[in-house]
């Protein structure tokens, strides 16, 4: 098996390294510095083992990946029904950076969208929100397998451009879903968006879900066994955002994409998968990342049903 994944993994760079379908995020200014003919594609398996093809070492943000971690973090810090009664779990069938707040609650539909993911943020263990911070840098780099460092300038970018995300934090804040000081709580979300990831990073954070919360290679837990189904449930219904229903009836994985350029997908039991290229989608998908992940699940017969 492990011979044919190399062999498959480039075959499969090969195929899709002409396409240049898409355009790179430039709502965060930074991101237009990336090439946008990067590609990579790693997949880690449940022995630890990486394999991995093209600029899988390459740096870059992980932005919205980040999301389904830190709700684990704040799943294992409050226990799911408190969780429960701020940030929802249904699919908003809306853009990532819609204002999808419960009517009533004023809660998040899900911690996938912008909205639910900084509220999850504000909600981490820690007596202020420089121990949130530490908490949500131990954790990832728990997932990842070594320490995490920040990209500062993408992070002062979108910090110094995200008004829509400053403007839905005081929403959360006004509906009592932040109980802190919501300015705080949104640069730890800024920041947490701006961890630099490789490729081959991502993959084992996806496998290390895959593994029941384990990282297959260091063996250390970073996620609760009792919380991993409910992550891989929110990245399955709304981790594409308002693509996440055809994702799951075409590819059948739990995923989730980030503006950088990067997606994971998680074969619980078998494979974490990660492909970064950052050209994306109208939807903010990367386009080469459906693709790979598509032909890896009709490829292998992954597809959950
Ligand atoms: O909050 C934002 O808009 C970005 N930091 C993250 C958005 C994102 O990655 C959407 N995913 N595809």
Redesign the pocket.
């Given at each position: 098996m492990q011979a044919p994944i190399a062999a498959y993994l480039q075959a499969l760079h090969a195929q899709l390294a002409g396409a240049n379908a898409g355009e790179l995020a430039s709502?965060?200014p930074e991101l237009t510095k990336a090439n946008p003919d990067w590609l990579g594609i790693s997949i880690v398996t449940m022995d630890g083992v990486a394999y991995s093809v093209g600029d899988a070492e390459q740096l870059f943000t992980i932005?919205?990946i980040s999301k389904p971690f830190v709700y684990g973090m704040a799943l294992a810090d409050r226990g799911q029904q408190a969780m429960s009664e701020k940030v929802g779990v249904e699919p908003s069938g809306d853009a990532?950076?819609s204002i999808s707040l419960h009517p009533q609650t004023g809660a998040p539909l899900n911690p996938m969208i912008?909205a639910g993911a900084i509220a999850t943020t504000s909600l981490l263990a820690g007596r202020t929100t420089e121990a949130q911070w530490q908490r949500i840098e131990s954790s990832i780099a728990t997932f990842v397998g070594h320490p995490v460092t920040v990209d500062e300038s993408v992070y002062q970018s979108?910090s110094s451009t995200?008004h829509r995300?400053r403007a839905i934090a005081w929403m959360l804040k006004n509906f009592g879903i932040i109980e802190g000081e919501p300015m705080a709580s949104l640069e730890n979300?800024?920041r947490q968006?701006a961890i630099e990831v490789s490729c081959r990073d991502l993959a084992y954070m996806a496998a290390t879900l895959a593994n029941g919360g384990v990282n297959p290679l260091t063996g250390q837990r970073a996620l609760p066994a009792e919380h991993v189904g409910q992550v891989l449930s929110v990245m399955a219904t709304c981790g594409m955002?308002d693509f996440a229903g055809s994702w799951l009836y075409e590819v059948g994985m739990p995923a989730k994409?980030?503006?950088?350029g990067g997606v994971i997908a998680v074969i619980p039991g078998r494979f974490g998968i990660a492909i970064f290229s950052p050209r994306?989608d109208a939807k903010?998908?990367s386009v080469r990342g459906i693709e790979a992940c598509r032909r890896i699940s009709r490829d292998f017969g992954l597809h959950m049903f």
């Open positions: 709502y965060i932005q919205s990532f950076n912008n979108e995200g995300n979300y800024f968006c955002y994409s980030g503006v950088g994306l903010g998908n």
